[in-house]
T-cell receptor
Framework: GAVVSQHPSWVICKSGTSVKIECRSL??????MFWYRQFPKQSLMLMAT?????????EQGVEKDKFLINHASLTLSTLTVTSAHPEDSSFYIC???????????FGDGTRLSIL | GESVGLHLPTLSVQEGDNSIINCAYS??????FIWYKQESGKGPQFIID?????DKRQGQRVTVLLNKTVKHLSLQIAATQPGDSAVYFC??????FGQGTELSVKP
C-alpha cells in the first residue's frame, strides 16, 4: 500500500530556531500534499495545501511567512517552522494524494517541542 | 457554515462487543466521507469510505452507514478488539476532519 514517510518524528529545540520537517511519498508520486497541525486531544487542522512546482495554498489564519512550504519534487514536501516559539509546539502531520486521487495517505507525524 | 461533528467524544466497550461511532454533518453538498483511525502518536490510518450514492458499505469487521436524510454517518466495528482502541475521525470530502471519538476497549 501507499506509504508516506515523515521526518523527523520528534524534535526539541530552543525558541528562535527554525525547524524543517520532511514529508515523502515512498511508492507513488504526489502532486498534492497537505500539512496539518494537531494539538493534544483535538482534531487535525489543515494548515496548507502543497502543490508540486507552485506556491502552497494556506488556510485562513495560517501565516505563510511563519510556516514555509516547499514542494520541489513529486515525492517531497517540506514544512519549515521559522523562528519557532513555545506556542508552535504541536504535532505536525503531512499527507499525500496518489495519482488516482484516492483518500489521503498520512505520515506518522512530527512532534515539535519548543523550549 | 459546514461542520462535521461527533455525538460522543469518548466510547468505552468490552472486548468482543460491537462498537458504533457516530458523526453528523451539516453541509448537504457532502458527497464523500471517510473514516480514519488514529493511534496514539501516529498519523491517521484509512479505514473505509463511502460516497453519497450509497447508504451502506462493508469492510473487514467494519461497516459504514450513511443517512443523508438526517445527515448522519456511523462506523460500526464488529467484535471489537483491544487493537481497535484509538481515536476515530469522520472526514468530509478529503480535508475536513470531525472532532473525533476516542474508543477504549476493555479486555
Amino acid at each position: 500500500g501507499a506509504v508516506v514517510s515523515q521526518h523527523p518524528s520528534w524534535v526539541i529545540c530552543k525558541s528562535g530556531t527554525s525547524v524543517k520537517i520532511e514529508c515523502r511519498s515512498l511508492d507513488f508520486q504526489a502532486t498534492t500534499m497537505f500539512w496539518y497541525r494537531q494539538f493534544p486531544k483535538q482534531s487535525l487542522m489543515l494548515m496548507a495545501t502543497s502543490n508540486e512546482g507552485s506556491k502552497a495554498t494556506y488556510e485562513q489564519g495560517v501565516e505563510k511567512d511563519k510556516f514555509l512550504i516547499n514542494h520541489a519534487s513529486l515525492t517531497l514536501s517540506t514544512l519549515t517552522v521559522t523562528s519557532a516559539h513555545p506556542e508552535d509546539s504541536s504535532f505536525y502531520i503531512c499527507s499525500a494524494l496518489d495519482p488516482d486521487n484516492q483518500p489521503q495517505h498520512f505520515g506518522d507525524g512530527t512532534r515539535l517541542s519548543i523550549l | 457554515g459546514e461542520s462535521v461533528g461527533l455525538h460522543l467524544p469518548t466510547l468505552s466497550v468490552q472486548e468482543g462487543d460491537n462498537s458504533i461511532i457516530n458523526c453528523a454533518y451539516s453541509n448537504s453538498a457532502s458527497d464523500y466521507f471517510i473514516w480514519y483511525k488514529q493511534e496514539s502518536g501516529k498519523g491517521p490510518q484509512f479505514i473505509i469510505d463511502i460516497r453519497s450514492n450509497m447508504d451502506k458499505r462493508q469492510g473487514q469487521r467494519v461497516t459504514v452507514l450513511l443517512n443523508k436524510t438526517v445527515k448522519h454517518l456511523s462506523l460500526q466495528i464488529a467484535a471489537t478488539q483491544p487493537g481497535d482502541s484509538a481515536v476515530y475521525f469522520c472526514v468530509r470530502g478529503k480535508l475536513i476532519f470531525g472532532q473525533g471519538t476516542e474508543l477504549s476497549v476493555k479486555p
